[in-house]
Structure formats: C-alpha cells, structure tokens
C-alpha cells in the first residue's frame, strides 16, 4: 500500500503557482519524499525528491515540515501543459530494491 | 540524450496467446523496472533488475508473467496465455543507481507498450 495520502483533485489557473500537497505521516527517518507526473499518455516524469531540507530545482520547489510528516510540491508558475496527475511517493528502504510504491495522485487541472 | 525505449507501442493479441514486450533502457543504467497501468488504476510494480543480482519478482501477479534482461542492458518481459485482465499499460524504467534513495536514483520511464487482449 502506499505511504502517502493526496487529494483526488486539484485546479489551478494558468500562471498561478499550484500548491500540491502530501500526507506521510507514517515516514521513517531514513526515507525521501519523491515526486513524479503522468502527462496523459505518458510515462511518469520525475520532479524531485527530498528528505528533510526544502528543495527547489527548474521545475518546482518542494517543502517538507519540520516533523516530515507532510510536504507540498510547488509548480510556482503552472502552465496548461502541467496538467497531469502528480504523485507523492515516499521512497521505501529496507531491503530496498528501488521500487516506486503509486499511490492514486492528484489529478491537476490548470485552467485558462 | 536517448531515452527508455519500449516496443511495441501498441500490441493487440487474442486470449491464450503468448505476447513479448521489449524495453530498451538508457545507456549505462543499471537498474530496469517494469511496472503496469490497468484502464482507470495506478502504476503497479512488476519486477525489478539490478546488475547481476538475482531480479525483483515480487510484483508478478501470476506465473504466466516473465521477464529477462540480458546483457544487463536489453529486457523483454513475456506474457504466457494472456487473458482479457492483462490488458494495460506496460512500463519499463531505468535508473543510474539503485538501492540508494539519494540522489542519482530517479527512475526514467519509457513511454509504455498498450496490450489489449480480445
């Protein structure tokens, strides 16, 4: 099952930032906080990952409470082609063999 | 850079026969992955290989599904008897390193294979 817990859906109008956010309350110490998308059609895309420090990179920025149990991705000037269904993974590690655990995501619509 | 490839893009096969599906990795990935995505359900992990270690098969969800990668670069899983329920959304991924959650371990996903099984 996965560890994170997203709303089901989400709008935003174009060229507003959307705010996107994650519960993982159950997280353990040692764990990241990855995010990837799913254009339709598409193949997941990575966005980024962090364990406790906020991150930003040229797609979006991620903030991670201080108690890391909750994180909000940011898409600081969202665009009709973000769009997408967005996913909050929390990164398992014992016996870790890499695998991505989806949840369902969030299913962002930007409007015009 | 070229990405994960997979072929086909499209597979339209009939109930009972046996179907292959390719997944070119990128160049000088050692981790492979294949995950699946039913009509209307999330990403589902299949199996996972990584270097010459023995591969990742707790996602298979019967022993009709196999998959092999060879020369530790090419995979191709396989189907046997397909039924109507495996039709989806197959995806293969590739990442740099793997074991490790840090950074370098981000998975690159191909564009899929749709199976339709009538």
């Known amino acids: 099952d996965a560890k994170t817990t997203q709303p089901p859906s989400m709008d935003c109008a174009e060229g507003r930032a959307a705010n996107l956010p994650c519960n993982h309350s159950?997280?353990?110490?040692?764990?990241?906080v990855y995010w990837y998308r799913q254009i339709h059609s598409q193949g997941p895309q990575y966005i980024i990952h962090g364990l406790k420090n906020n991150e930003t990179n040229e797609m979006a920025s991620l903030i991670i409470t201080e108690d890391r149990k909750s994180s909000t991705l940011i898409l600081p000037h969202a665009t009709l082609r973000d769009t997408a269904v967005y996913y909050c993974i929390v990164r398992p590690y014992s016996g870790n063999t890499g695998k991505l655990i989806f949840g369902q995501g969030t299913t962002l619509q930007v409007k015009p | 850079g070229a990405g994960v490839s997979q072929s086909p893009s499209n597979k339209v096969t009939e109930k009972g026969k046996d179907v292959e599906l390719r997944c070119d990795p990128i160049s000088g990935h050692t981790a492979l992955y294949w995950y699946r995505q039913s009509l209307g359900q999330g990403l589902e992990f299949l199996i996972y290989?990584?270097?010459?270690?023995?591969?990742?098969k707790s996602g298979l969800p019967s022993d009709r599904f196999s998959a092999e990668r060879t020369g530790g670069s090419v995979s191709t899983l396989t189907i046997q008897r397909t039924q109507q329920e495996d039709s989806a959304v197959y995806l293969c991924a590739s990442s740099l390193v793997s074991g490790l959650a840090g950074s370098g371990n981000e998975q690159f996903f191909g564009p899929g294979t749709r199976l339709t099984v009538l």
């Open positions: 159950t997280i353990s110490g040692n764990e990241y």
């Open positions: 290989f990584q270097g010459n270690s023995a591969p990742d």
